[in-house]
């Protein structure tokens, strides 16, 4: 049962509500003002699409090896084990011997699946 003191009024969000609208404003604000003062010099080079400085050459559509993407997948499955580690190293003392061993099996998982992949040669580029 909710008291006077822990209830929760609509008027309790207000501030919330004006800062969102206060930043919600300011971006309007900047982008119709740049929008407004800024330059509008149009040239043949300045319109021209390019990245890095390095004109892009051939079609964007040409298509791309899975290796690629196998590759780029890989690498979020083993950089996420960060996340896990991360909090056991911070409680490693607290978690005792349960917690360590726990580890151990989450590392020896992962490394089964890491050598799976080197097996199958998925990060081989030939």
């Excluded at 309007?28 to 010099?41: S, W």
């Excluded at 690629?68 to 011997?97: C, H, K, S």
Aim: hydrophobic share 55%.
């Amino acid at each position: 049962m909710e008291t006077a003191a822990t209830a929760q009024l609509p008027s309790d969000y207000l501030p919330i509500l004006i800062q969102f609208a206060a930043a919600l404003g300011f971006v309007v604000f900047a982008i119709v003002v740049t929008h407004l003062i800024g330059p509008k010099r149009h040239s043949k080079v300045k319109d021209a699409a390019w990245e890095c400085g390095v004109e892009s050459v051939g079609n964007a559509r040409t298509p791309v090896s899975y290796k690629y993407f196998m590759t780029a997948i890989l690498f979020v499955l083993f950089d996420v084990e960060v996340i896990f580690l991360y909090p056991w190293a911070v409680n490693f003392r607290g978690l005792g011997m349960e917690g360590f061993i726990q580890m151990i099996v989450f590392m020896a998982m992962l490394m089964l699946g890491f050598f799976y992949v080197i097996k199958k040669g998925i990060l081989k580029w030939e």
